[in-house]
Antibody
Framework: QVQLQESGPGLVKPSETLSLTCTVS??????NYWTWHRQTPGKGLEWI?????????NYNPSLKSRVTIFIDTSKTRFSLKLSSVTAADTAVYYC?????????WGQGTLVTVSS | EIVLTQSPGTLSLSPGERATLSCRAS???????LAWYVQKVGQAPRLLIY???TRATGIPDRFSGSGSGTDFTLTISGLEPEDFAVYYC?????????FGLGTKVEI
């Protein structure tokens, strides 16, 4: 059984960088793609981007200039950085396995952007 | 970007009734790369259907998916109390991956 767990600050100040980590257990991270989504009441579910274990990344064009996803295979985790955040980046952030449909999701973590 | 429009926004039904949820894409979805999820308050989405019509592991057969091209349907043949939730469609045939805004199935 694959388990994913997001971790990181729940509060980020405007203009700063949001940083989250997803720890994977139950399966090697050296297979598959690994993806970040977020969810807001207004825009719904939004694909942020993904990373292959080889390090290859794909980002949503709407966020591409601000997003970095990287992977640490030795520690079985992958991470998200989103720079220059605004209130519009307030959302529940999910890490998931796969690059298409997703069977395995983290529980989600709420990140609020506020001063 | 492929825009997914789900209808209706809210579906009011009773246990035992049949639910029919629609997901329409702004352009054809490659290889019928469409999934359905259910989400309850405070939980992550749970996969029901992928590749338009394949049930995910452990999903009861009262859930079925159909459709191709731009029009897709999720049918719940007889609503159980635990089925009252929000349902989302997702396309992964084009980049970026996109989701619909959801259909709430309420009692």
């Amino acid at each position: 059984q694959v388990q994913l767990q997001e971790s990181g600050p729940g509060l980020v100040k405007p203009s700063e960088t949001l940083s989250l980590t997803c720890t994977v257990s139950g399966r090697s991270i050296t297979s598959n793609y690994w993806t970040w989504h977020r969810q807001t009441p207004g825009k719904g579910l939004e694909w942020i981007g993904n990373i292959h274990y080889s390090g290859r990344t794909n980002y949503n064009p709407s966020l591409k200039s601000r997003v970095t996803i990287f992977i640490d295979t030795s520690k079985t985790r992958f991470s998200l950085k989103l720079s220059s955040v605004t209130a519009a980046d307030t959302a529940v952030y999910y890490c998931v396995r796969g690059d298409g449909w997703h069977l395995y999701w983290g529980q989600g973590t709420l990140v609020t952007v506020s001063s | 970007e492929i825009v997914l429009t789900q209808s209706p926004g809210t579906l009011s039904l009773s246990p035992g009734e049949r639910a029919t949820l629609s997901c329409r894409a702004s352009q054809s979805v490659n290889s019928n790369s469409l999934a359905w999820y259910v989400q309850k308050v405070g939980q992550a989405p749970r996969l029901l259907i992928y590749d338009a019509s394949t049930r995910a592991t452990g999903i009861p057969d009262r859930f079925s998916g159909s459709g191709s091209g731009t029009d897709f349907t999720l049918t719940i043949s007889g609503l159980e109390p635990e089925d009252f939730a929000v349902y989302y469609c997702q396309q992964y045939g084009g980049s970026p991956v996109t989701f619909g805004l959801g259909t709430k199935v309420e009692i």
